[in-house]
């Protein structure tokens, strides 16, 4: 099936660094270090945590397509996230987003089999990343989780000034690997910027689907499993 490629790209966060399970180990610390029980009054985290992630991803979706900047993304995960729970956000204490993004980027939660898949493909591909996160984040998550040895080129969208899934991101990542879109294959997770950009881009795509909701039409590979891929390359 994938007999002529020779590069493999690579998505970071969602794919092979576990956010939701990251940034949930720091907002539960953080949760209680200041006195979000109290503000919420609620002795649990999990309702804060699922309206952030909620918050989070639909944020996220529109940061890639340059309908929001940065700050604010990082400004409005935790306001909204107030306010559906029905609390001033001016409350919200900045220090709490500052020790966020401190804390968050060194957790080493990865998908199961990431090491060991990236070991077995490295010895036998090129592997590059594209990632849509931010520079200062991405640089730790891969320094604390030890990933960055595994990639031969590495393009940070912020860092580029466009994010997937615009296809000029996609052709610089092959012109800075030395590859040609017809030996490469993107794997991500996000149906938008990962797999629909890089087929829009000319690239094969694998959608990586560990929550295994229906796969779409128009996709046309899938796995569940990081460790699948050893059965297809």
């Not at 017809?182 to 997770?189: L, T």
Request: include cysteine; glycine fraction near 4%.
């Amino acid at each position: 099936m994938f007999n002529d490629k020779k590069h493999l790209f690579f998505d970071l966060d969602h794919t092979i660094w576990d956010f939701d399970r990251n940034a949930e180990e720091t907002l539960q610390e953080l949760y209680f270090k200041y006195s979000f029980d109290s503000i919420f009054s609620s002795p649990s985290s999990e309702n804060f945590i699922s309206i952030y992630t909620e918050n989070n991803h639909r944020l996220w979706g529109l940061y890639h397509h340059g309908k929001i900047d940065k700050p604010t993304l990082r400004k409005l995960r935790f306001a909204d996230t107030f306010t559906q729970l029905g609390v001033n956000p001016d409350l919200f204490p900045a220090e709490f987003e500052a020790e966020y993004l401190e804390i968050c980027p060194t957790k080493t939660n990865l998908f199961p089999n990431a090491h060991e898949t990236l070991a077995y493909l490295k010895d036998r591909y090129t592997l590059h990343l594209i990632s849509n996160g931010f520079k200062e984040a991405c640089e730790k998550k891969l320094e604390h989780s030890n990933l960055a040895p595994y990639f031969e080129t590495i393009v940070i969208s912020e860092i580029f000034g466009i994010n997937k899934p615009d296809p000029r991101i996609f052709e610089h990542a092959l012109n800075n690997g030395n590859a040609h879109k017809e030996e490469a294959v993107m794997i991500g997770d996000n149906l938008d910027a990962d797999v629909r950009g890089a087929q829009n881009a000319g690239l094969e795509a694998i959608f990586f689907n560990p929550l295994e909701v229906e796969k779409p039409e128009d996709v046309n590979h899938m796995i569940k499993d990081l460790k699948e891929l050893q059965q297809l390359f």
